[in-house]
């Protein structure tokens, strides 16, 4: 008997399927972000939600705003947690130049689509994308019907 090896646990946090639904992304850029001690807590804790989540930049920097970490009952009792603060998104200056540059034409704006671990650094997923109309959202759930009816088929023909 072959012995099972344990699954690794997922390392994302937390992820932004509202984005995918709203925007084509096009480039994807991975991105550090500069938390408070409680904040660390809480993502190991997978207290995050980035719904609502963009990228702004400004002076030459970039900020997250609008994603939420909640706080733990026992790991900030000594400071005053600020849940959906703004925090600063460490990226390249030229990566920075290339969003900057993208989120000028229009159209194009900057989300955040992902929170993950990467050693023991929490990592932010952000991507450049265009707003869809109500007819492209209706298009991109037709074809993803179509992906999973056809999978569906495919499964069912194998079987038999």
Request: charged share 30%.
């Amino acid at each position: 008997m072959s012995k099972k090896k344990p699954k690794k646990p997922s390392s994302t946090i937390a992820r932004n399927k509202r984005a995918t639904f709203d925007f084509t992304l096009t480039d994807r850029f991975e991105a550090g972000l500069v938390l408070d001690g409680w904040e660390v807590k809480s993502l190991r804790a997978g207290k995050a939600e980035l719904v609502d989540s963009y990228v702004l930049l400004k002076n030459g920097e970039a900020f997250l705003l609008g994603a939420h970490i909640n706080p733990l009952l026992s790991a900030s009792t000594h400071v005053i947690a600020d849940p959906s603060r703004t925090r600063k998104l460490l990226l390249h200056r030229q990566e920075i130049a290339r969003i900057f540059r993208a989120t000028q034409q229009k159209g194009f704006t900057c989300v955040a689509t992902a929170l993950y671990w990467k050693g023991h650094r929490v990592k932010c997923e952000i991507a450049l994308g265009k707003g869809k109309q109500a007819h492209d959202k209706r298009a991109s759930e037709k074809d993803k019907d179509w992906q999973r009816e056809k999978a569906r088929t495919l499964r069912h023909s194998a079987d038999g």
